[in-house]
């Protein structure tokens, strides 16, 4: 249950910043607004980890320089979402947000790609996407 409440409070903010970095954009730029995102992010992170005092930073070492690199992809992000929301609106760009993220998750799943458990997808998964696919063509007409 945590699990699903951790989802669904990162879906929420996912879309409360692409807004919130929607209008910095048109105020500053869409740069500026992935710049002034990753800082407070930053600051955020390392605020929550001075409270928690968890200072196990021993193994990074043993994680794969590709694995550390995740963080830079945050400025991708959210400039494609500023642009996006821009460009075809907040609930268009989520849909084809979520639709992206599970279509690749599909195929990482499938393939064990990242080291990640195999896993099959069953049909009703596959339907599920479908229909979101579908969801978003008759939400774009």
Do not use: H
């Not at 499938?110 to 099959?120: A, D, E, H, L, Q």
Request: one cysteine or more.
């Amino acid at each position: 249950m945590k699990g699903i409440l951790y989802a669904a409070l990162g879906g929420a903010c996912i879309t409360l910043q692409g807004i919130a970095n929607a209008k910095i954009s048109a105020d500053l730029g869409t740069w500026q607004a992935a710049t002034i995102t990753q800082l407070t992010g930053f600051i955020l992170a390392l605020f929550i980890l001075m409270l928690v005092r968890d200072r196990s930073w021993k193994e990074l070492k043993n994680v794969k320089p590709l694995y550390i690199t995740g963080g830079a992809m945050g400025a991708i992000i959210i400039f494609s979402e500023v642009s996006a929301i821009q460009q075809v609106g907040v609930t268009l760009t989520i849909s084809a947000l979520l639709i992206a993220q599970l279509s690749l998750t599909y195929l990482i799943d499938t393939n064990g790609w990242f080291g990640v458990i195999k896993r099959k997808i069953t049909l009703p998964g596959l339907i599920g996407i479908a229909m979101m696919i579908s969801g978003v063509i008759i939400l774009k007409l």
